[in-house]
T-cell receptor, first 113, second 110 residues
């Protein structure tokens, strides 16, 4: 009963390097989301995918790209990492019906030097 | 722009005490969800409220949704160390997105 799985759990990058964060869910959910969490800032939405084949920008999309590879998988890419992107990244999914909860992964802790 | 204000930002209490945390907005919520996040983990849903004036109870936790659907509160009775965590409220929006507040970090000391 995995739920939402994120890989890797930890990563250290140098400024300018690229990286893809992976997320997969096994609950047959329609909607998937990427958030970043910084101290004192709560969770901020980067990108989301309301359904397979669609993606849209959230509150803080600059410097990121996403791919909804199929219904299960939603990846987040940093093309040229910057220190300001040091954060904890969470992926979430939900069934896409009103009042249904978002199910979160355990996060990827990303440090950019 | 933070659309949700949570207060207090930090709260440290002794085991057995009662506490209330708040989530407020200047605009109406269609729905509101409360989550608890423990260190090193993702947030986990506690409750969803959708109707103005609604009160829901989950063991020692009582959730209230304001009549005007612009505010919500979470009351914990006889707090225990296991209640320690970051409490987040999230406002429902289009495409089932959530806009979160900054959270209340609760520490319950034994």
């Amino acid at each position: 009963n995995a739920g939402v799985t994120q890989t890797p759990k930890f990563q250290v990058l140098k400024t300018g390097q690229s990286m893809t964060l992976q997320c997969a869910q096994d609950m047959n959910h329609n909607s998937m989301y990427w958030y970043r969490q910084d101290p004192g800032m709560g969770l901020r939405l980067i990108y989301y995918s309301a359904s397979e084949g669609t993606t849209d920008k959230g509150e803080v999309p600059n410097g990121y790209n996403v791919s909804r590879l199929n219904k299960r998988e939603f990846s987040l890419r940093l093309e040229s990492a910057a220190p300001s992107q040091t954060s904890v990244y969470f992926c979430a999914s939900c069934s896409g019906t009103v009042s249904q909860p978002q199910h979160f992964g355990d996060g990827t802790r990303l440090s950019i030097l | 722009t933070q659309l949700l204000e949570q207060s207090p930002q930090f709260l440290s209490i002794q085991e057995g005490e009662n506490l209330t945390v708040y989530c407020n907005s200047s605009s109406v919520f269609s729905s509101l969800q409360w989550y608890r996040q423990e260190p090193g983990e993702g947030p986990v849903l506690l409750v969803t409220v959708v109707t103005g004036g609604e009160v829901k109870k989950l063991k020692r936790l009582t959730f209230q949704f304001g009549d005007a659907r612009k505010d919500s509160s979470l009351h914990i009775t006889a707090a225990q160390p296991g209640d320690t965590g970051l409490y987040l409220c999230g406002k429902g929006g289009s495409n089932y997105k959530l806009t979160f507040g900054k959270g209340t970090l609760l520490t319950v000391n034994p």
